[in-house]
């Protein structure tokens, strides 16, 4: 109860929630096992990107941003939050880039824009590559990995067999537990 309750307490603002998830983000790109041959290139490039303080605030300013949609999943979703149950992941149109943003990046991310951002098949590749990523990338915002998720159940079943008593779980909605649902299978 304790391990679950002070998840994602030490991030209070808004900003330092982003960063935290923006930080995690670029570290499971950049040094995420198994990286799809051909996408090598767009993992060392891509985190340069999201850890530019010019690139962040027009990820988190664009108006439906997917970065706050995924922030508030993960930490107002933890205080009982009613959500639209839908899973989160990025499309084309989350990721804004244009001349104006090159303009005032830094250089390492205006490096990633002409590396992840120059063809039609350099954005599939970064969209999918960040996608293929975001369930860690929460996971480790949560602060609350599969193994601590792993450990709870099994503390909690030897709870349970010690009184004589069963867990059932009914589990409406896959989408609302997004960054813990792999290690919850798991852990069942």
Not at 38 to 60: E, H, K, T, W, Y
Not at 118 to 140: D, F, G, P, V
Request: with cysteine.
């Amino acid at each position: 109860r304790e391990k679950l309750s002070s998840v994602g307490e030490t991030y209070v603002t808004e900003e330092a929630k982003v960063d935290k998830f923006l930080n995690e983000l670029a570290v499971v790109i950049k040094h995420g096992k198994d990286t799809p041959i051909g996408m090598q290139f767009i993992a060392n490039g891509l985190p340069d990107f999201f850890q530019d303080p010019v690139c962040r605030s027009v990820l988190v300013d664009k108006k439906e941003s997917k970065v706050k949609l995924i922030v508030e999943h993960v930490f107002e979703g933890l205080k009982n939050k009613e959500r639209d149950g839908e899973r989160r992941k990025f499309e084309r149109s989350d990721i804004p880039y244009d001349e104006d943003l090159w303009g005032k990046a830094s250089v390492p991310a205006r490096d990633a824009i002409d590396l992840c951002f120059n063809t039609e098949e350099n954005i599939e590749k970064s969209i999918e590559l960040i996608n293929l990523r975001l369930e860690e990338a929460i996971s480790r915002t949560l602060e609350f990995s599969g193994d601590d998720l792993v450990n709870l159940m099994n503390e909690l079943r030897k709870y349970l067999f010690k009184n004589g008593k069963r867990l059932i779980l009914l589990i409406e909605d896959m989408s609302r537990i997004q960054g813990i649902d792999n290690a919850l299978l798991q852990a069942l």
